[in-house]
C-alpha cells in the first residue's frame, strides 16, 4: 500500500508567521490530494483540495503539488491561534477510494 | 445540511465487552468509511461500502471488527470482544462521490473508545 511521510511531526510557530507543512508520497498510485484540519475531539474538516500540479489557494492555505516528486505541501499565511490544530495530507486514486491515505499528522501551536 | 452524525461520542468499556457506535453520513452519499485513529498508526481503514455494499473490510481488522450499513442512512460498527488495544478514535466518513467536491470525504466528530 501506498506511503506517506508527512514533516514535521510538530511546528510552533508565532502569530503572523508562516507555517510550512510537508508531504511527501512513496509512488504515483494518487491521483487527488487534500489537507485536511482536526481540531482537538473534532473530525477532519477539509482545507485544500489540489488535483494538478501547481498551487491552489483556499483563503490564507496555499496547497502546492509536484507529481513527478510526488510531493505536496501546505503553507498557512498569517496563522492565528485558532489554526492550533492536526494538519492530515491525504492522497486519493480515482480509480478507488480504497486507496485513501493519509499522513500521520502535523501537530500546529500557534503562539501570540 | 445535517453533517456526518457519530454516536456516542465517548465509550467506556471493560475488556471482552460488546460495543457498537453508530453513523449517520450526510444526506444523499453514497460512500461510506469507517476509520481507526491513533497517534501511533494514524488513520487506518477498517470499512468501506459504497451504495450499502461492502467495497473494502479492513483486512486485518476482519476478526473482531464488524461493519453493517442497514440502508443509506445508518451504519454500525461492532467490535466484539474488545481489547484494550481498540482503545482509540473511531471516526466515520461519508462522501459525494461524483458531485461538485469530487469525492471529497465529510468526517463525524468521532467516537472515543476507551477500553480498560
Known sequence: QQKVQQSPESLTVSEGAMASLNCTFSDGTSDNFRWYRQHSGKGLEVLVSIFSDGEKEEGRFTAHLNRASLHVSLHIREPQPSDSAVYLCGGEASSSFSKLVFGQGTSLSVVP | D?????????????????????????????DLFWYRQTKIQGLELLSYFRSKSLMEDGGAFK????????????????IQPTEPKDSAVYL????????VNTGQLYFGEGSKLTVL
Open chain 2, 63 to 78: 476478526d473482531r471488527f464488524k461493519a453493517e450499513m442497514l440502508n443509506s442512512s445508518f451504519s454500525t460498527l461492532k
Open chain 2, 92 to 99: 466515520c466518513a461519508s462522501s459525494d462521490l461524483g458531485g
Open chain 2, 2 to 30: 445535517a453533517g456526518v452524525t457519530q454516536t456516542p461520542r465517548h465509550e467506556v468499556a471493560e475488556k471482552g465487552q460488546t460495543i457498537i457506535l453508530k453513523c449517520e453520513p450526510v444526506s444523499g452519499h453514497n
